[in-house]
């Protein structure tokens, strides 16, 4: 018997088995491994040491293997799993969480519903940019460059000069270059950008670097103040499902002209006074105007035909007024507690 | 920008303190609403309750104290509850090394309070007290208590000098002297970006008339433009040469010599203190004070300091690199060649139109001045004082585009002031650096505009009346309104402009609000909006929250997720380190929020976001903005073990929201090279248990997200409980291929048949591939039976030293003709088991 021929035989038979286990330790328990000492007593006597050696460094040579796929197992001590099934090898289906513990986030829940308003008197949807550049921040809103009013956007600035848009009108331009054929075709470009600005702000109960507001523009001809009134007393008394009073202060934005402060009647104490509106009975909501002929003229349309207005309003101080909702940090915090409310 | 009743008053023609007796909360709304919001409407009067002038009639040493003063003070028997002697003089104890008999002081009676503590906290009230044993009522007041300048070296003592007789009388109420008894408004100055006249006295007044319906009428010195300055008494020499008229359009200045610079008089120290601005000597304050009124700044220099030679030489020019200069304060800045500097001829003598040099500061002991008026262009004066962080009263000015036409007038009326204040003084010829004067332009305004835009139905003659109310001068024409915009308004530049101004004056509020008329037609649907709305519904049914996170998170975090925080945008402004960049993928930020979450008591839950994360120097191809990855994050976490690999639970998540979207999908098992191309998503995961998400556009499946769970590193970091697992992915594709629109499947009136079967296979097989094998071979074997059936796997089971593996289905047999029977199902599974 050439023991040695035996042994290449096995060694091979080994290997495979070892590619073949889970438990890759179990290759030493291998009867084959066991049956080749069995031969040991078999062999002739001058050739007992040689094949003594020859099982002996097998063993080594498997023990080394055995160490060496431990050592990879521990740098990933989970094993390889069959990521096309269902479930996993002698487990239950998984389950999801219960149905009662699922929540949708406050300002999404807001924006929807803000969203859904302005679908329904016309106005069309977009979503805002996390990164843009200085000029659909600045320039396109007629805030020339180095302009003092620019200092009351605390921006953040990426090194390469990208901003952080610290308001939604950074859509303005492009809303406006996107929809200026509707002008033609008689109708209007009505839009709202309900989304995430950011300023740079220390953080308080009442004060957050991320935050979002809803934008709105409406051109067309002929379109006036009145009709921006109008407009925002219609969405408002839609959201707060009844008639409310509007009010107007002067006011000064770059891009508007005129540019006004808006306020409405206190929805919560109907105008006798309140904590939420500080017993003034009216709530200061939001910036708007009539847009600056600059800002239509650098979209493309001529202004001397076509005006319109815009505004901009905070979407967490609607929900913090209406649920009583103390400190804006929670809305970011991702704390359950707080979410689960909703 | 604080604006005093009474200084407004003052330069005005006409009555225009009516206003003040409206109700507090109706001047509120009509200043609000016809002139601009304001932070706050103080009655500065309001801090002098219970302070008198009173005489020092008697002063005797303090038993007990080598600086205090026993004073017997007469306040004309204004004070009532005050304990008096039998001559009707009060005890007051006073350690003030100016007080003498015979004097005339302010006296804050016991109970009134101090008037610079008003503001404070805890304001400081007097009492009766006794000091060092000796009782004192009250106390006698120096500028500084009295809130009129920061002087406290000791009390103010009136005279002749600043009161007429009839006031100058024990008795006489504080707060009736130097137009203390005030009403100040401090409006925002966000409101005036736009309108450099109401950075002055004058501009506002002109709009407090405005509102009330007053024509205002400007002070005759401050219309005229071409104001006739004093003969030149002054031999003194100045020259001005200015080298760049690009960004300083107009410069001019005067010399005045045998000036004494003493303190000003009590009246204009507490005009300007209770306008905030610090009085510092008599020539200072003369500048302020006509700021103030004009807001034209101007500034002082020591005459004698900038001299070199025989005269002095101003030039004006752009700093040099790295030059150096102190300003007032003392504090050294390097300018650079975008900085505007006024030198001697040779340094800096200051900052132009920001602050002045320290070198060339007017002090006690200066005799000659050069007082510089000059206009300087806003966004230069913006750059130079947000690279050097200075934010004075001049920058706020000139940053708002002060005319030029100004520059002249408001020296002029310096140098009539200074002359007022120091007879004695001799003033120069006015150097005025460029000649050329402003030119009135005028704008026709069509009438129906106006009232387009207003939503109104004003007649040309209404325009114009509103219009003149604030110097805006204007008649009817034809059709339209001829407008002249004055000098000072340099803002009013379009037609849109001066409706601005129709619409304010005539009153925002009554115009009629009414909707758009428009033409319906249906509003478009953005694809990417509607599917965040229907994974947020479907997710959150499925008992996951939603949340949200911020864009910026720090390095570390990143570093801790297995990110490369190199491609990553950074923030150069950032609050602090922990918002330096913008986010790679959303799940860090989750794994993020896990731990807290879990140590508030939640033991179990699912945290998702929809959001954007960027990757630097990834951009857009047309707009070459960075691209913006809409994304969908997903993390599942248990604090006890679940059962089995919790990738399962985040796999089963992510599989029922792509049915739900009836987005065709498979999951694969990631090789080095795909994970990698997946980073930085797959970043937190770990390969051998994750798998790849596959999307199918067209015919072709795409590498569209990942599903899986974390590596140990990460677990680690996080503090990860026992099972968490999560996906992230991509939306966009899928926004272009959803469709919530149910499979529907017609009914089958007959009853169908359930039937086992169970394979064992290696336990390397992947699931996937036995399933869609069994698949096909039901096919085969049912061939053209028309028999459908269903597939379910039931379980997975292994025995622990097997090599195998055995998956069982449940299947479901029907016929959409027939009831079919067991035998028939029964012989086609047995045929597929077999062939197995």
């Known amino acids: ?342 | 920008m604080k604006y005093s009743f009474n200084l407004g008053q003052q330069i005005s023609k006409k009555d225009i303190s009516k206003i003040l007796n409206l109700s507090s909360a109706d001047l509120a709304e009509k200043l609000n609403s016809q002139i601009g919001a304001f932070d706050e409407i103080i009655n500065w009067g309001a801090r002098y309750e219970g302070i008198y002038l009173a005489k020092i009639v008697k002063l005797e040493k303090h038993p007990d104290a080598d600086k205090l003063n026993i004073c017997k003070i007469d306040d004309g028997g204004a004070a009532k509850k005050v304990e008096r002697d039998k001559d009707g003089l009060i005890q007051v104890v006073c350690g003030a090394p100016n007080a003498k008999e015979g004097i005339m002081v302010a006296w804050i009676s016991p109970g009134s309070t101090v008037p610079s503590t008003y503001d404070d906290k805890e304001p400081f009230v007097l009492s009766k007290i006794k000091l060092r044993g000796v009782e004192s009522n009250g106390m006698l007041a120096s500028e500084k208590e009295l809130a009129i300048s920061e002087d406290h070296s000791g009390i103010l003592e009136l005279t002749e000098k600043d009161l007429n007789k009839k006031l100058l009388k024990p008795g006489t109420l504080f707060k009736n002297l130097f137009g203390l008894d005030d009403i100040i408004v401090d409006f925002e100055n966000k409101m005036f970006t736009h309108r450099p006249d109401c950075f002055g006295h004058i501009g506002i007044a002109r709009e407090i008339a405005g509102i009330q319906s007053i024509n205002f009428e400007s002070p005759d010195w401050y219309k005229n433009i071409d104001p006739i300055f004093p003969k030149a008494t002054s031999k003194l020499k100045l020259e001005v040469e200015n080298s760049i008229e690009d960004v300083v359009p107009k410069y001019s200045a005067v010399c005045i010599e045998d000036i004494k610079v003493e303190p000003s008089p009590i009246w204009l120290k507490a005009t300007l203190y209770k306008l905030g601005i610090r009085p510092i000597n008599n020539i200072v304050d003369i500048t302020n004070y006509l700021m103030i009124l004009t807001g034209q700044p101007l500034h002082a220099f020591d005459y004698d300091k900038i001299k070199s030679g025989l005269g002095t030489k101003i030039n004006i020019r752009k700093a040099k690199n790295s030059e150096k200069l102190t300003i007032l304060g003392g504090k050294e800045i390097t300018l650079d060649k975008s900085d505007i500097v006024i030198t001697d001829g040779k340094n800096p003598i200051a900052l132009g139109g920001v602050m002045g040099g320290a070198n060339s500061e007017v002090d006690n002991n200066t005799k000659n001045i050069v007082i510089e008026s000059a206009n300087f262009n806003m966004y230069a004066i913006r750059r130079t004082s947000m690279r050097h962080g200075l934010f004075t009263d001049a920058v706020t000015r000139f940053t708002k585009s002060q005319p030029e036409a100004q520059t002249k007038i408001v020296l002029a009326k310096a140098i009539d002031m200074v002359k007022e204040f120091l007879p004695n003084s001799k003033s120069s010829e006015v150097i005025i650096s460029n000649k050329k004067e402003f030119e009135y332009e005028h704008l026709n305004l069509p009438r129906q505009k106006v009232n387009t835009i207003l939503g109104l139905d004003l007649s040309r003659e209404q325009i114009s009346d509103i219009l003149n109310l604030v110097e805006i001068y204007s008649h009817e024409m034809l059709d339209e309104v001829c407008v002249t915009p004055p000098f000072w308004r340099t803002d009013l530049e379009l037609e849109e402009d001066i409706i601005e101004e129709i619409g304010r004056l005539y009153g925002f509020n009554k115009i009629d609000a009414k909707l758009p008329i428009r033409r319906v037609a249906p509003v478009l649907k953005d694809p990417i909006i509607e599917l965040k709305k229907a994974i947020r519904a479907h997710l959150s049914k499925l008992g996951a929250n939603e949340v949200l996170t911020y864009n910026f998170v720090s390095e570390k975090l990143l570093k801790r997720a297995g990110q490369d925080p190199e491609m990553a945008y950074k923030i150069r402004n950032a609050l602090s380190p922990e918002l330096q960049c913008y986010r790679l993928s959303l799940v860090p930020n989750l794994l993020d929020k896990i731990h807290s979450n879990l140590k508030s008591g939640q033991d179990q839950f699912a945290l998702f976001e929809l959001g954007k994360s960027h990757i630097k120097n990834l951009l857009e191809k047309d707009t070459k903005l960075p691209l913006e990855f809409q994304r969908l994050g997903f993390v599942y976490a248990n604090k006890d073990k679940s059962n089995g690999a919790t990738y399962y639970i985040a796999k089963k998540y992510l599989e029922n929201l792509l049915s739900y979207l009836n987005i065709e999908h498979r999951f694969i098992t990631l090789e080095k090279e795909a994970f990698e191309s997946l980073a930085p998503i797959s970043s937190p995961f770990q390969s051998e248990r994750s798998a790849g998400l596959e999307v199918k556009v067209g015919s072709k499946f795409e590498l569209r997200g990942i599903v899986g769970e974390f590596n140990e590193d990460i677990t680690k970091n996080f503090k990860l409980p026992e099972s968490s697992a999560g996906f992230e992915l991509d939306l966009v594709t899928i926004s272009e291929n959803f469709s919530l629109d149910p499979n529907y499947n017609p009914l089958i009136k007959f009853p169908s048949i359930l039937q086992d079967i169970t394979i064992k296979v290696p336990s390397k097989a992947l699931f996937a591939e036995v399933e869609s094998e069994l698949r096909l071979k039901f096919k085969k074997h049912l061939g053209n039976s028309r028999i459908n059936f269903t597939l379910r796997p039931i379980s997975i089971f292994k025995k622990e030293d097997s090599n195998n593996k055995s998956i069982a289905f449940s299947i479901e047999f029907n016929h959409p003709e027939k009831t079919l029977n067991t035998p028939e199902v029964s012989k086609i599974v047995e045929k597929v088991k077999r062939s197995h």
């Open chain 1, 1 to 342: 018997m050439d023991y040695k021929k035996e042994i290449e035989k096995v060694r091979e038979l080994l290997n495979e088995e070892f590619i073949e286990l889970d438990d890759k330790s179990r290759i030493l328990k291998s009867p084959k491994l066991k049956a080749l000492y069995a031969l040991l007593p078999k062999v002739a006597a001058e050739h007992k040491k040689d094949l003594g050696i020859a099982i002996n460094k097998l063993k080594d040579e498997l023990e080394a293997k055995v160490k060496e796929e431990s050592k990879k197992d521990s740098s990933s001590k989970l094993k390889l799993i069959d990521v096309t099934a269902p479930f996993d090898i002698n487990a239950k289906l998984p389950e999801f969480l219960e149905s009662e513990d699922g929540s949708i986030h406050p300002i999404s829940q807001e924006i929807e519903k803000v969203s859904e308003i302005f679908n329904s008197i016309g106005f069309e949807i977009f979503e805002s940019r996390n990164i843009d550049d200085a000029w659909h921040m600045f320039t396109s809103l007629n805030f020339p460059e180095d302009h003092p009013a620019r200092d009351d956007y605390d921006t953040f600035v990426t090194e390469e000069e990208l901003v952080a848009p610290a308001h939604t009108s950074t859509m303005q331009n492009r809303i406006l270059s996107l929809r200026k054929d509707n002008l033609k075709a008689g109708l209007p470009i009505a839009a709202a950008v309900p989304d995430r600005v950011y300023r740079n702000e220390d953080v308080d109960a009442r004060h957050e670097h991320t935050f979002y507001q809803v934008e709105g523009i409406y051109v067309d001809k002929d379109v006036n103040v009145g009709n921006l009134i109008a407009t925002l007393k219609t969405f408002l008394s839609a959201y707060y499902g009844k008639e409310v009073e509007t009010r107007i202060n002067p006011f000064y934005f770059p891009f508007t002209e005129p540019s006004f402060e808006f306020a409405l009647s206190c929805p919560f104490c109907d105008k006798k006074g309140c904590h939420i509106c500080s017993q003034s009975g009216w709530i200061e909501l939001l910036g708007c105007g009539m847009i600056h002929p600059n800002v239509i003229e650098m979209a493309g349309i001529d202004s001397k035909q076509y005006s319109g207005f815009a505004f901009g309003c905070g979407i967490e101080r609607l929900i913090m007024m209406k649920y009583g909702i103390e400190d804006v940090r929670l809305f970011h915090s991702a704390k359950l507690k707080f979410l689960k409310q909703f």
